[in-house]
């Protein structure tokens, strides 16, 4: 099993493109979560989805767009990036919801997003 | 408003003694928490955790002790190893239709030789 994967490892854009960040789980896994880790910030989270073809706002949902299409895949899209989401994008998935301690959370291994 | 909190960024131990990480939460909703640890360049991975019904869960050197009235939990890891040094972030989640984890700023161990 590779677990959890993230689409690409490091990417640079300027101000105003767009990209999508790909995360794939082989775990069959329901839940699937966006988060970006900022020096000082802790990770915080940006996007989930309780299951295929849902999704929610988290903490930090501006200029950030989703899809969960297939059950393996949740998408992350910056329409129109911002020197301020430059940040470590983490992807995570669980099988259970984290309410009372449903489901542990796996992480991919990030990628990093400078905006020049 | 923060609710889960990591007031120290930064931990330095001798190896071979004991590692003490605190965590204090506000929100008296949560029931459930857990301890992550991250090494530069890798996602985190999960370590520990511990119902609110339980005041201690151990697993190994780790040792995770929790304080509901003073809303604070601690991670105990003794003999700290070399190999421990990493950032360790605690987390929180409560019952409910919250499915969400939250996390707190992260504590960086450094376990000297």
């Known amino acids: 099993n590779a677990g959890v994967t993230q689409t690409p490892k490091f990417r640079v854009l300027k101000t105003g493109q767009s990209m999508t960040l790909l995360c794939a789980q082989d775990m069959n896994h329901e839940y699937m979560y966006w988060y970006r880790q900022d020096p000082g910030m802790g990770l915080r989270l940006i996007h989930y989805s309780v299951g295929e073809g849902t999704t929610a706002k988290g903490e930090v949902p501006d200029g950030y767009n989703v899809s969960r299409l297939k059950k393996q895949n949740f998408l992350l899209g910056l329409e129109s990036a911002a020197p301020s989401q430059t940040s470590v994008y983490f992807c995570a998935s669980s099988s259970l919801g984290a309410s009372g301690g449903g489901g542990t959370q796996y992480f991919g291994p990030g990628t990093r997003l400078t905006v020049l | 408003d923060q609710q889960v909190k990591q007031n120290s960024p930064s931990l330095s131990v001798q190896e071979g003694r004991i590692s003490i990480l605190n965590c204090d939460y506000t929100n008296s909703m949560f029931d459930y928490f857990l301890w992550y640890k991250k090494y530069p360049a890798e996602g985190p991975t999960f370590l520990i955790s511990?119902?609110?019904?339980?005041d201690k869960n151990e697993d190994g050197r780790f040792t995770v002790f929790l304080n509901k009235s003073a809303k604070h939990l601690s991670l105990h890891i003794v003999p700290s190893q070399p190999g421990d040094s990493a950032v360790y972030f605690c987390?929180?989640?409560?019952?409910?239709?919250?499915?969400?984890?939250?996390f707190g700023k992260g504590i960086t161990l450094s376990v000297r030789p």
């Open positions: 987390a929180a989640s409560s019952l409910g239709a919250n499915s969400k984890l939250t």
């Open positions: 511990i119902s609110s019904i339980k």
